[in-house]
Every structure is written in structure tokens, then in C-alpha cells.
């Protein structure tokens, strides 16, 4: 069978590989990509101007910006692939929502990526874990799948130093405070050996106010941690822009 007369009969039949389709407008690609060239460069980067603590995209160069200022304290440094925007966003909720885990490879390349250029050194990588009723719906953790890719990418041991010890309210209609509160004593710290006394990396897809991420790093903290640096794929810049 020509390779031609191959491809056309897979499309006829329904067959479908996900690396066949750009991931951003749907046209067909074959080398093997995620993205066509022309989505590929209008990706929403979040690599211009960004707050030196909390990654977030600011008007300005500032070490803390609105966002993050007195209230992200735990954190020593995060960083963000993207800017939580299309086709970025709608992608996240794909890997979460969907079960379209072919995503998270990517997204954990890109994450390893930002790893190195950040020139963040840590001993063990963790993620942000959901309570067991909430894992139980989802079938899996997606920060857990981009956790473990990305210490098998950038290798550093991947330790599941966390567990989820009540469960929250949904956090997306919460404001910063709200969400501080919702949180507090709703992570604890598995195995404290492991933590103290160490550089902590934590893996999470999105920060929106950074309230999910400060309980961990502050649990960390508290169980001894030395640092605890965080990368997601995308964060929501500050509302200010400041």
C-alpha cells in the first residue's frame, strides 16, 4: 500500500493520532510538532517583562508585584511558561478535564525547559496533590503526571512530600484572600525527612492568585525546607499589570 493511500484510509476510517493536527488551529502536520508553525509563534510566551519573585507578566521590571507582595512570602522564586490565555488555556483544561494526556508530554518539556533557564537547583520535585474523593472523580492528578515528567526530564528525584488533608472549596470563583483562607491546614507534609533541609521544586499547570502554591511552599517550610521554587505552565498575570 502507497503511504498516500495509507494516510487516506486512516482518515476515512476515523483513525487519529494527535500528533497529526496542530494543537492550536487543527491543520494537518506531519513533522511531528505539537504546533504549526504559524500558531507556534503566537503563543502567549510569558517571557518578557516579569515580576522577579512571583514570574507573574508586569508593565515594569519590580522584585515583587502586586500579586505576590507581602502575600506570597513563602515562595522563594516561581516562574510560568505561558500566560494563562487561548490556546494555552483552553489546552490545560483539555489535560485536566478530558483525559488528553498527550499534552502534559509537552507541557513538561517546556517545563524542564524553563527549569534549566532559570538556573533553579533542587533536590526533590512535588506537586500540589487533590484529596482522594476529588482523585477518585478525576482518575488522575495532572500536576502529578507533569511532576513526575518533569524529574525524569531535568533528574531530580521525584517525592511525593505532600498529601491533601480535607478537602476545599473550588478555588475558581475565590478571591486571593478567600482562597488563603480556604486553604489554611488543608496540606500537610508526608514525610519530613525528605524535606528538611532541601531545595523543594514544585510542579503545578496553572497559578492564578498563587494561594495554592503559598500553603504547600509555607507546609514545606515549616517541615524545614530550605527553598521551595515553584514552575507551572501558566500563571494569570497581575490584574495591574504592577
Not at 507533569?146 to 498529601?163: D, N, Q
Not at 484572600?177 to 531545595?199: H, P, W
Request: hydrophobic share 40%; aromatic share 12%; net charge positive.
Amino acid at each position: 500500500m502507497k503511504f498516500k493511500d495509507f494516510v487516506l484510509k486512516l482518515l476515512t476510517f476515523g483513525f487519529y493520532r494527535a500528533e497529526w493536527r496542530c494543537n492550536g488551529c487543527g491543520k494537518e502536520i506531519f513533522d511531528g510538532e505539537f504546533f504549526c508553525e504559524d500558531c507556534e509563534k503566537g503563543l502567549p510566551y510569558n517571557n518578557t517583562t516579569v515580576c522577579e519573585h512571583c514570574g507573574r507578566a508586569v508593565k515594569v521590571p519590580s522584585e515583587y508585584c502586586s500579586t505576590c507582595k507581602g502575600v506570597l512570602v513563602s515562595i522563594d522564586k516561581a516562574r510560568a511558561v505561558f500566560t494563562y490565555e487561548p490556546p494555552i488555556s483552553g489546552l490545560i483544561k483539555k489535560a485536566k478535564y478530558d483525559n488528553c494526556r498527550y499534552i502534559l508530554d509537552y507541557f513538561a518539556e517546556r517545563l524542564s525547559f524553563l527549569y534549566f533557564a532559570n538556573y533553579f537547583k533542587a533536590e526533590a520535585v512535588c506537586y500540589v496533590p487533590m484529596s482522594e474523593e476529588r482523585l477518585k472523580k478525576r482518575k488522575y492528578n495532572q500536576s502529578e503526571i507533569l511532576a513526575v515528567k518533569v524529574s525524569e526530564k531535568i533528574g531530580v528525584p521525584f517525592v511525593p512530600l505532600l498529601i491533601k488533608a480535607k478537602e476545599t472549596e473550588r478555588q475558581a470563583k475565590l478571591t486571593r484572600a478567600e482562597r488563603l483562607k480556604n486553604l489554611t491546614d488543608s496540606f500537610k507534609v508526608a514525610d519530613k525527612k525528605s524535606v528538611r533541609g532541601k531545595n523543594i521544586l514544585v510542579v503545578d499547570d496553572v497559578s492564578t492568585t498563587g494561594a495554592t502554591a503559598e500553603a504547600v511552599a509555607s507546609k514545606l517550610k515549616k517541615a524545614g525546607a530550605l527553598r521551595v521554587f515553584l514552575i507551572t505552565v501558566a500563571n494569570v498575570p497581575s490584574k495591574d499589570g504592577y
